[in-house]
């Protein structure tokens, strides 16, 4: 039968190249087309994204190969301040010639089975985020069908892009900017926990984080603080360059053209635009969040941090659009995408999507 050709099972180490040829295989639309991939082991770069992660490949029987792939994580957030499992679904490719094919109604079990196994661990609350451009995938997961989980739409969420600045702010006199030291745990757990917690899916416990992730620590956060210490706004720098990439595919529109020109935009403060195959260099700015949300505090922070990182041309953020400080970071941003927040699983009712959408949080660098 033609649906005994593919099959949906969990990946394993020695499919490494294999699902890395798939990443590599179709860069991100956009007038900056990007490969997201994860060199040099994906399979363990999948495996390091939570608490516990899961990666499914559809494979063709025929051809002897994998046709698509996606993969879900564990992750612990704050819901109504209370730590609750939450999983990340993500990852979600198909290799170019199957697209249109019957292995695009055989995926969406992908999502089906890391659902299932992590709701018997006690996972009550799914995530995914699709692009906002990415009609394609937003016809296939969103539609209701009997053989995949529902997606409830929560909120539109924004990836900002902000430039480093070679001059230093000026600051008021009563704000400090500096670099945390493993002294300031217990102020940052504190402060993490209060500030952050004011909005749903704020992850908890994060120094559980750094041991996969060895390239983070308490010492990758940024403070600013006042005269007397006091946290206003805090956020990670997290390089994720050993494990996860984007490169650059191609420019298309006027870039095509402005690229050939960016070095003489270099002393006007526009960051270069590397050549196509470039490893973009940059960090995200993670478990950020700001004393009483107040904007004043989250510009001091945003101005120091991007004159202290000038080493980088530029840093990510995320956002979704129903927190507090959407409206203000979206004035700084240089450039961005949008994408959409989903919630998968059983019914949502509208009370329950009208009360997590109110103030929610996802972290960036799960994306």
Known sequence: MA???????????ADAAEILSLLEENPLPGKVALIYTRRSDPYRSFMTEGLEARLMVCRDTQEGRIAALGAGAIHECLIERRPEKVAYLFGLRFRREYL???????????????????????????????LADNLPAQRLLTKERSYMPRHTFLCPYHT??????????????????????????????????????RCDFFPSRIGDLFGRHPELSWESFRLLTDRQGGILACGAAWDQASHKQYLVAGYGGNLR????????????????????STVLRFFILAFWCVKDNRAEYLKGFLDSLAHEARDYPYFVMGVPEAHPLGPALNEWKFLGYNSHIYLVGD?????????????????????
């Open 347 to 367: 019914p949502v009712t509208p009370e329950d999507a009208a009360r997590l959408r109110r103030s929610p949080y996802l972290e960036c660098g799960w994306l």
């Open 3 to 13: 649906s005994d050709r593919f099959v949906m099972e969990q990946a394993n180490e």
């Open 257 to 276: 053209w402005l690229r050939l020109v960016s070095p003489l935009l270099r002393p006007l403060g526009y960051p270069p635009m590397p050549k196509p």
């Open 160 to 197: 900002l892009t902000f430039l480093t600045r070679r001059n230093a702010p000026s600051l008021p006199n009563s704000y400090r900017f500096r670099r945390a030291t493993p002294e300031d745990r217990t102020a940052l757990e504190n402060f993490l926990t209060a500030e952050g917690g």
């Open 100 to 130: 249109g094919k019957r292995v695009m109604l055989h995926l969406p079990g992908a999502y089906r089975a890391i659902v299932e196994h992590f709701r018997g661990q006690g996972v009550h609350y799914f995530l995914t985020v699709i």
